[in-house]
């Protein structure tokens, strides 16, 4: 089984929706997690609405630290600001995007980052497209 690890800064937003959508393709066939290089511990509702509007729900979701994920060599470590905390997580592939932080963005711009986001994990599990 495939296995994905989304990174941000606080695991309270961009990775938080980036495990939602992949968890929502992936079907159990991959193994799916986000963690943040400094933890909120907490999900922003703003990532929590963002969400919803696709009808995915991240009210179970709670904001992790690298330590919090399972310690193993993951075949891709996707990175989204993190920082110098990223590159203690083994990886068969790196892959970092640039995606700017959405909260405290305009809402249409929030969506946009959110739509990237999304646009990014398809190609991600599906390198056909």
């Not at 943040?36 to 709670?62: F, I, K, N, T, Y």
């Not at 989204?80 to 995007?97: F, L, Q, Y």
């Amino acid at each position: 089984m495939p296995s994905v690890l989304f990174v941000c800064v606080a695991n309270s937003c961009r990775s938080q929706m980036a495990e939602a959508v992949a968890r929502s393709l992936g079907g159990g066939e991959w193994e799916v997690w986000s963690a943040g290089s400094h933890p909120s511990g907490q999900v922003h509702p703003l990532a929590s609405r963002l969400m919803a509007e696709l009808g995915l729900d991240l009210s179970g979701q709670r904001s992790k630290g690298l330590e919090d994920v399972p310690k193993r060599p993951w075949d891709y470590v996707v990175t989204m600001g993190c920082g110098d905390a990223c590159p203690t997580v083994s990886a068969r592939h790196r892959i970092e995007w640039e995606v700017p932080d959405p909260v405290g963005l305009p809402l249409d711009e929030a969506r946009r980052i959110r739509d990237q986001i999304g646009e990014g994990v398809r190609d991600l599990m599906d390198p056909r497209r």
